[in-house]
């Protein structure tokens, strides 16, 4: 089997553990609040806490990994994320919970800030496209089992289990990752611990706050929290002009391709992702699914994507990104618009989910491989894992706001605890038909977000690949 192969299967294991992960959870969040005996916005830090250490840490994880070898930092990922996967499963309550998931998504953020550069790596610019779509179907592949298996797991043995089924895989995956991934470049150079130390404290304090407000509303404590963050941030663009080896090499902005996708990647997270979020939380918590009930809805999407990932990636290949990325945009658009029309009471057939996740797969499809592929075929070799990370970072913070509004928008029209008892299936009283309006407006908002993204996606320009050579702007 030819190593480049075998480099791209251990890549989509990986992208396929934090796959899985992600969905399960988001599944199993209404019985963790439960067997835990904890409240909605404290389980739900479950999810924001994957997010927000992943979103702080891969700028800098992906400039390390340029510096000490992107092997290094790839593979012991594996290893983490691994070993915190064992330890959120034996978690005895949610505090414990709560910490190891830190633990795990610190693997996560090694791997999601070095996966692409490694697929970089080790393909010319005009194959990445297709290698990027079999990555996408480690993805989707992954979210279809975390669905799959977390319905059918959390409703039949247990919560803990969903993390137990990383372990197996990532034994397996890091053996094999250490074994064939090795560095291909190392850029010289000191590493900006200030800047690292700036960056990381500029978006703790704003990622938290956004997050707080998802409990608490927009408060004092929050919105200080954001200002702050805010200065400090203005603090870090100023003092990494002055650096010579600063943590994102601003010269990236200046190749408009390479700019417009890493924003469109931004927008595309911040009004797309979290929309799996507010179905299920519909299906379970409005229309009082089970978990499985749930996932098999949701699944048919995940497969069609799977299927037709390569063929979409090898389609960026050939005629460019603009038009397949552009093209999955509009797609999730009209998904959003889909799932809006399911979501207006308790008796719309339930048959409808399946058609929306499918117009939903058919555009991630189209438009992750094409996009990453443009990312990376504009980014210089030397800098490949700084790029990869800052790609992650903006798609992680897209994430991130991504539940924090729709938490907050869908419940703006009634009481707070009403609409976390709703989300988590507990309530009781007949349900708010403000509430529904509540969920109407956080998926017009994705809808209007995913919209700038398609307007960036579309004006992007066209990049030029060659067979031998990255660009080198």
């Given amino acids: 089997m030819d190593k480049r192969n075998i480099i791209l299967a251990i890549v989509m294991l990986g992208t396929m553990m934090a796959a899985v992960d992600s969905t399960v959870v988001i599944l199993a969040l209404p019985v963790i609040v439960q067997d835990l005996h904890t409240d909605f916005f404290t389980a739900i830090w479950v999810i924001i806490l994957y997010i927000f250490v992943v979103l702080v840490l891969t700028t800098q994880l992906g400039r390390l990994g340029d510096k000490v070898g992107r092997d290094k930092v790839y593979n012991w990922g594996f290893v983490v994320f691994t070993i915190g996967s064992a330890l959120c499963g034996a978690s005895p309550n949610i505090g414990s919970l709560i910490t190891f998931r830190g633990i795990q998504s610190l693997g996560g953020a090694m791997m999601q800030s070095t996966g692409g550069a490694v697929i970089a790596d080790n393909f010319p610019p005009n194959e990445r496209g297709k290698a990027y779509g079999f990555t996408s179907i480690g993805w989707n592949v992954g979210a279809m089992l975390g669905i799959i298996l977390g319905g059918i797991i959390t409703t039949f043995i247990g919560w803990r289990y969903i993390f137990y089924i990383n372990i197996p895989i990532g034994i397996v995956a890091s053996i094999l990752s250490f074994k064939f991934i090795r560095a291909k470049e190392i850029t010289e150079g000191r590493f900006d611990i200030p800047g690292t130390v700036l960056l990381a404290s500029s978006l703790s304090l704003i990622s938290y706050g956004a997050a707080d407000i998802a409990g608490e509303g927009l408060v004092l404590k929050n919105e200080i929290m954001i200002l702050v963050g805010l200065i400090v941030f203005v603090g870090f663009l100023l003092a990494e002009k002055r650096v010579k080896n600063p943590i994102i090499d601003f010269s990236v902005f200046q190749n408009r391709v390479l700019t417009y996708s890493l924003f469109a990647s931004f927008f595309q997270s911040l009004g797309y992702l979290s929309v799996a979020f507010i179905i299920i939380m519909y299906l379970q918590g ?45 797609l999730m658009i009209i998904a959003i618009f889909l799932y809006i029309s399911i979501a207006t009471g308790i008796n719309t057939p339930l048959i409808n989910v399946i058609f929306a996740s499918l117009v939903g797969g058919i555009g991630s499809s189209f438009f992750y491989p094409a996009n990453n592929s443009a990312i990376m075929a504009n980014a210089r070799r030397g800098i490949y894992g700084g790029v990869s990370g800052l790609q992650r970072t903006l798609a992680n913070m897209g994430l991130l706001l991504s539940y924090v509004l729709a938490i907050t928008i869908s419940s703006l029209t009634v009481p707070r605890y009403v609409a976390f008892e709703v989300f988590l299936g507990t309530y009781n009283g007949k349900i708010p038909a403000q509430f529904i309006t509540g969920i109407h407006s956080a998926l017009v908002l994705g809808a209007i977000i995913l919209f700038i993204g398609l307007v960036l996606s579309a004006l992007r320009g066209k990049e030029v690949r060659s067979n031998l050579v990255s660009p080198t702007s």
Avoid at 287 to 301: D, E, I, K, M, N
Avoid at 320 to 330: D, E, H, K, N, Q
């Fill in 286 to 330: 409005v229309r009082g699914l089970t978990p499985f009930q749930a996932s098999l809805l949701l699944v048919p999407g995940y497969v069609i994507a799977s299927l037709i990932a390569p063929f979409t990636g090898r389609l960026s290949d050939k005629i460019g990104s603009r038009i397949p990325a552009t093209l999955g945009m509009g």
